[in-house]
């Protein structure tokens, strides 16, 4: 069975901790994506990866960055957590086709910044 | 950005069809997802349209008109568990960025 894993189902930080949400697929999806989520605005894109140490912004990457050492592996940072960033954090992984491009999903890390 | 309007709740009765509307804009555009999210839980994938018509997937059929930057979820025969949310994701560019609209509420009641 294809699978996105997120390595924190829950999470509660500080204001000012240093976050890592890690995330794995086992589909050699060469695209990775992390989006979050929150009541009334949808999942918004924050980074994406298409391939091992490159990385883009997406819509708003402000306060994130991102590590992709190795193709199954997509980190997202926080590098001083605000209260702000409280959401739930999706992982998604894709192919490279234009032509199908289905999006994977993670369960979802739920951070909460207190 | 690219702006996608669809409605924010609907609500139907169980055996019941309904549609789910959803307008993006066409700049750049490639094909359009639908996806289906329950409460708590990730989007699941339900359809991919690329050419315009309609693609029919069991009780779930989407169509889309890549002129008029238009699309639609239908859900038929309605049960209980069709209650979820439904993202409507149009790509966009060289690596078919998805950018999701806030999504429709959907409460189906018996």
């Known amino acids: 069975d294809v699978k996105v894993t997120q390595s924190s189902r829950y999470l509660v930080k500080r204001t000012g901790e240093k976050v890592f949400l890690e995330c794995v697929q086992d589909?050699?999806?060469?695209?990775m994506f992390w989006y979050r989520q929150d009541p009334g605005l949808g999942l918004r894109l924050i980074y994406f990866?298409?391939?091992?140490?490159?990385?883009e912004k997406g819509d708003i990457p402000e306060g994130y960055s991102v590590s992709r050492e190795k193709k199954e592996r997509f980190s997202l940072i926080l590098e001083s957590a605000s209260t702000n960033q409280t959401s739930m954090y999706l992982c998604?992984?894709?192919?490279?086709?234009?032509?199908?491009?289905?999006?994977?999903f993670g369960e979802g890390s739920r951070l909460t910044v207190l | 950005g690219q702006n996608i309007d669809q409605p924010t709740e609907m609500t139907a009765t169980e055996g019941a069809i309904v549609q789910i509307n959803c307008t993006y804009q066409t700049s750049g555009f490639n094909g359009l997802f639908w996806y289906q999210q329950h409460a708590g839980e990730a989007p699941t994938f339900l359809s991919y349209?690329?050419?315009?018509g309609l693609e029919e997937k069991g009780r779930f059929s989407s169509f889309l008109s890549r002129s008029k930057g238009y699309s639609y979820l239908l859900l038929k025969e309605l049960q209980m568990k069709d209650s979820a949310s439904y993202l409507c994701a149009p790509g966009y560019g060289g690596y078919n960025k998805l950018i999701f609209g806030a999504g429709t509420r959907l409460a189906v009641h018996p």
């Open positions: 990866s298409y391939d091992v140490k490159m990385k």
């Open positions: 349209n690329v050419l315009d």
């Open positions: 998604a992984s894709s192919r490279r086709d234009l032509n199908t491009g289905e999006l994977f």
């Open positions: 589909m050699d999806h060469e695209n």
